[in-house]
């Protein structure tokens, strides 16, 4: 049985409502496919459908409340619900509140994690490395949005030792507003880079809207940065602004407090890094992950000295974490007589994660044909055309076998490269799979990379089923 996260009475101090509160509720949920037993369900408003349609769904799955606004009652006939329905004005500043709530409960640390790339896999890197050793809770996927951090924040547990929450934004003030919420205690920033760019005039309006993540931080708070960041200094002169003291940096200075000493490349693609990690010198593996992974685990290695971890604990479960799905998970695909692999990158995209990409396929692959597949990268406004044109030199850099693109910016790039490595453009996904599917041959490493829009996942689950 489900232990009671929500009692009555919160739920009352809580919520702004006239009415009546007797059940006490397990979790949150914003799915009512996912409702389980005990559940309060929340009615978010998208922008195909209305949350409320689904609040009757969400009963017969177990639902014991429901909040509903009254526009939302009435046109989706829920009286006959009424004693399960809390009615309140605002659905989100409901949401919210909640997730105010459960912090001021929270009796460990609150970790938030920002920056253009890396964000998702730094969390789940620290989860496997620290669940062993301490109560952690953390956002589900890629919750980090205006919806999705409040809602993972309102499900943390009271009793946890560490939450680790991933802010997100595709604009200026959405992660003030999300730092507001959360209050953290720690500030992990990865790395400023162009995502999102077309919402922006340049990378230091970027950089000055990740600093929002400060905004909610107490004088007491601590913030680790990458010095290898060229923004760096940039981020920290705002967290100084407003009266943060401790910092904890990361990256290749002998100056960091978590220094890069030297890295060995060793076969089949694997790395051992050599780290000085605040006077202590450890190594440790990495197995299959791309060289941004390096970078990435010294900010990880900072984190565990801040809340007094050994170190040494990472050197002994980083070789256990494997790329995620959409993010550089690497497939083995036994399809048709063929045998090859697929780099599941197709999450997202950005010009610099491209590059990054690009890279890691010709090492992995080394002699073997290298197949790329691109979808176009979005949120770029203006600079779009120019970044697509930009990865010309690093395909070709790269030894790429073949390029097969999709997507209206991505034809640019397809009209620009050489004949000789210049694969079929797809009008659509369907277009894709048979122009890739003529293509593969067997030993062949094919790499997708494209924004979350453009589905390239549902050309990977053909291949994988």
């Not at 760096?232 to 407090?257: N, W």
């Amino acid at each position: 049985m489900a232990s009671i996260n929500w009692k009555s009475k919160d739920l009352k101090n809580v919520i702004s409502t006239s009415s009546k509160i007797h059940s006490s509720i397990n979790n949150i949920s914003i799915n009512s496919k996912l409702v389980k037993k005990g559940d309060l369900f929340i009615p978010i408003k998208g922008n195909r459908y209305d949350g409320h349609q689904f609040i009757k769904d969400a009963f017969k799955r177990g639902a014991t409340l429901s909040i509903a606004n009254i526009n939302g009652y009435k046109k989706f006939k829920l009286n006959k619900f009424k004693t399960k329905i809390i009615l309140v004005e605002n659905i989100q500043n409901t949401l919210n509140n909640l997730a105010e709530f459960s912090r001021k409960r929270i009796k460990g640390k609150i970790l938030a994690i920002t920056g253009s790339v890396g964000k998702t896999s730094v969390k789940e890197a620290i989860s496997l490395i620290l669940k062993k050793k301490m109560k952690i809770q953390s956002n589900d996927g890629n919750f980090n949005n205006l919806i999705g951090m409040p809602l993972s924040l309102a499900r943390f547990k009271k009793n946890i030792e560490l939450g680790i929450l991933e802010l997100g934004m595709n604009k200026k003030g959405e992660i003030k507003k999300l730092s507001n919420i959360c209050k953290p205690d720690i500030a992990l920033i990865t790395r400023i880079a162009n995502s999102h760019i077309g919402n922006f005039n340049s990378l230091k309006d970027i950089a000055l809207a990740k600093s929002e993540i400060f905004s909610g931080m107490k004088e007491s708070g601590t913030v680790i940065l990458n010095s290898n960041d060229p923004y760096s200094p940039i981020l920290q002169e705002q967290a100084k602004s407003l009266g943060l003291k401790k910092f904890i940096f990361f990256g290749k200075s002998k100056k960091s407090d978590v220094s890069l000493l030297k890295v060995e490349h060793k076969k089949n693609n694997q790395y051992i890094v050599y780290v000085d990690a605040m006077g202590k010198k450890i190594n440790f593996l990495l197995n299959s992950l791309a060289p941004h992974w390096i970078e990435n685990s010294l900010g990880i290695i900072a984190l565990l000295i801040l809340i007094k971890q050994d170190p040494e604990i990472f050197s002994k479960e980083i070789k256990n974490f494997e790329a995620i799905k959409g993010r550089g998970k690497i497939l083995k695909i036994n399809l048709k007589n063929k045998k090859f692999e697929i780099i599941d990158d197709s999450y997202n995209a950005s010009p610099d994660s491209i590059r990054s990409s690009l890279f890691f396929l010709n090492q992995y692959a080394k002699e073997k044909r290298k197949i790329c597949v691109l979808g176009d990268m979005h949120e770029l406004g203006k600079f779009s055309k120019k970044f697509h044109l930009s990865l010309k030199k690093t395909i070709t850099d790269n030894k790429i076998f073949k390029v097969c693109t999709i997507g209206k910016e991505m034809k640019n790039l397809h009209n620009s490269l050489p004949k000789l490595i210049k694969g079929k453009h797809a009008k659509n996904l369907e277009e894709l799979h048979l122009n890739l599917e003529e293509l593969i041959e067997t030993n062949d490493v094919i790499l997708f990379k494209g924004s979350r829009a453009m589905n390239l996942d549902k050309v990977i689950d053909k291949f994988n089923k």
